[in-house]
Antibody, heavy 118, light 112 residues
Framework: EVQLVESGGGLVKPGGSLRLSCAVSGLTFSNAWMTWVRQAPGRGLQWVGRIKKKSDGGTTDYAAPVEGRFSISRDDSENTLYLQMNSLKTEDTAVYYC?????????WGQGTLVTVSS | DIVMTQTPNSLSVSPGQPASISCKSSQSLLHTDGKTYLYWFLQRPGQSPQLLIYEVSSRFSGVPDKFSGSGSGTDFTLKISRVEAEDVGVYYCMQGYNLPPTFGQGTKVEIK
């Protein structure tokens, strides 16, 4: 059974930082492109960014609103995906989901809530 | 960015009846590799989204055959042959043709 478990969410002040983790099991993590998608309270889905598998270059792509502030990385030895979020803004408040596939077109985790508020 | 527009915004369906959701993209999703990168997701209340359909019409692992997808170019449709209580939630289409992947605004399906 494929499982994705996010962690690391919480309350942070504007301008602060947070690192989210996504532990993956049940599939060959090193072969998977991975994605972060977020959902603001009561809103729809917004793609945040993705990281390719190392054999495809391991490169990253980001949505414009987070480019330069967020960074995606992976540890294939630990089957874990990360999202480092810096210079957080109130509009980054959302549930953050990790998912397999370059667009989230695969398995999804249960999400972790990030609240940016003073 | 490609704009994805779903209709209707909400749908109330009697149990056992069919339902249909439309999704239109602002440009063709047919890639030069011959694939069309259109996906459908269901987000049940209080749950994370789950992939139902990939590349227009292929059902994802474990998805029952009451769900079917069709369409081409810029116009796509998700059909549920017989709606049951477990099908309640918000349905989203998504394009993976180019970056950034973008989602429709969602269609809320409820039971009458």
């Amino acid at each position: 059974e494929v499982q994705l478990v996010e962690s690391g969410g919480g309350l942070v002040k504007p301008g602060g930082s947070l690192r989210l983790s996504c532990a993956v099991s049940g599939l060959t993590f090193s072969n998977a492109w991975m994605t972060w998608v977020r959902q603001a309270p009561g809103r729809g889905l917004q793609w945040v960014g993705r990281i390719k598998k190392k054999s495809d270059g391991g490169t990253t792509d980001y949505a414009a609103p987070v480019e330069g502030r967020f960074s995606i990385s992976r540890d294939d030895s630990e089957n874990t995906l990360y999202l480092q979020m810096n210079s957080l803004k109130t509009e980054d408040t959302a549930v953050y989901y990790c998912a397999t596939g370059g667009g989230g077109n695969g398995y999804w985790g249960q999400g972790t809530l990030v609240t940016v508020s003073s | 960015d490609i704009v994805m527009t779903q209709t209707p915004n909400s749908l109330s369906v009697s149990p056992g009846q069919p339902a249909s959701i439309s999704c239109k993209s602002s440009q063709s999703l047919l890639h030069t590799d011959g694939k069309t990168y259109l996906y459908w997701f269901l987000q049940r209340p209080g749950q994370s989204p789950q992939l139902l359909i990939y590349e227009v019409s292929s059902r994802f692992s474990g998805v029952p055959d009451k769900f079917s997808g069709s369409g081409s170019g810029t116009d796509f449709t998700l059909k549920i042959s017989r709606v049951e209580a477990e099908d309640v939630g918000v349905y989203y289409c998504m394009q993976g043709y180019n970056l950034p992947p973008t989602f429709g605004q969602g269609t809320k399906v409820e039971i009458k």
